[in-house]
């Protein structure tokens, strides 16, 4: 384990693509929900179109221009864009279901039995901009056992804000230095970096679709590990 | 299971006497840390008269003349206090140490496998005037798996306000009716009542002491267990 990781007590996640696959996963329901209505679309593109709007939506909250609201509300404008921009009129239960897909992603196949592991050594927790009910259906669809869920609805606001993290470690009563944030997003833990975190990179090559995703930290981070069960080899679980 | 119950979807839980065994606990703390410093004291009367400064602190949240503190510590002020009132001298890393008595309690013995069974059907979270990482320490200590840790630490105030109870089903997504309060006394039943809960009854007995709790609720309740294998069975688990 590198030194600077010997006083680490707790693990806490990004979610959304370090752990589970956002992209797959919304492009399998978004074409499960809208084929048989008669859409049609590269389903993948259609998951990034989504996502795409996701940064701008929690900035409006960042920059408090609109009071804190679960990931669940922003996802489902975001949706309403997406579809205005598609001229695809969709009725209201389709679209209540469709957003609820978010509740029905898969995790990565290293990620449960990687978590068992950590979780002999560390306490652990999501730090994701998913709200609470959501963390807590990942977790449930996906076997994965939290000792807390840590994150935007703690903090009531959005990471890369340095009060997100840093609410991490104070749920646990730790300081910043003795927890580590795992993600497979360079922004991620440059911005963990900056709140006093320690950071492991998590290669997730496929995030955005076969071959697309980050293969490695474009900032300093502690460790970067090829997935969870890397990770807790690296961390001597 | 009662009509009313049908549409549960989630459990929360009282923690300190309800699922922990606070009395016998901080007294043989208490014991292990201050007999060997020459202090002799009915332990249990030690415990009961730490535990009495409990309410008196948590309203001074309550009522808005202090912020939001955790409970180390108010626990912490109400050791000086007790201390003060015996003219007891005690080091402050005998001090700091004795606080974290809370975080070594123990789980009467029906709690692990109950809440393993319950965990089925239910998403299960504490609802404890307890903060989010003293509930971790104690579910780590008794094998407990919690879905998520909700309770006063969340909601930024402490029971029995309303506030507390709704945001405990607010985290899950969930209507208060949707969620059953579990406590072994009347007062957060009928407060949890008040705010839309659900409520079940547990009966513990020794919580006190030998024959010194609450054997009945004192309140209308949705049903009383005695323990929780018997809720368990109760709501078909």
């Known amino acids: 384990m590198p030194p600077a990781l010997h006083d680490v007590k707790a693990l806490v996640f990004d979610v959304f693509g370090t752990l589970v696959d956002w992209h797959g996963g919304i492009a399998r329901e978004a074409r499960a929900a809208l084929m048989p209505l008669g859409w049609q679309a590269d389903w993948g593109r259609f998951a990034d179109d989504w996502r795409a709007q996701y940064q701008p939506a929690m900035e409006e909250v960042r920059a408090g221009r609109i009071p804190f609201s679960k990931l669940d509300v922003l996802h489902r404008r975001n949706l309403d864009v997406v579809l205005r921009q598609r001229a695809w009129a969709l009725p209201e239960d389709v679209r209540v279901s469709l957003n609820q897909a978010w509740h029905r992603l898969d995790a990565w196949p290293d990620v449960a039995p990687g978590l068992a592991r950590l979780r002999q050594r560390f306490l652990l927790a999501p730090c994701s901009n998913g709200h609470i009910a959501l963390m807590v259906a990942l977790a449930r669809r996906n076997g994965l056992v939290w000792d807390a869920i840590t994150g935007a609805e703690l903090a009531r606001d959005y990471k890369p804000k340095a009060s997100v993290y840093q609410a991490a470690a104070s749920a646990f009563d730790l300081a910043p230095a003795q927890v580590?944030?795992?993600?497979?997003?360079?922004?991620?833990l440059a911005a963990a970096a900056d709140a006093g975190l320690r950071t492991a990179f998590?290669?997730?090559?496929?995030?955005?679709?076969?071959?697309?995703?980050?293969?490695?930290?474009a900032c300093?981070?502690?460790l970067s590990a090829d997935g969870l069960l890397d990770l807790a080899q690296q961390l001597g679980c």
């Open 202 to 217: 998590i290669v997730r090559p496929d995030e955005h679709g076969p071959g697309r995703g980050e293969r490695q930290a």
């Open 180 to 188: 580590l944030m795992v993600a497979a997003h360079s922004s991620d």
């Open 220 to 222: 300093a981070v502690d």
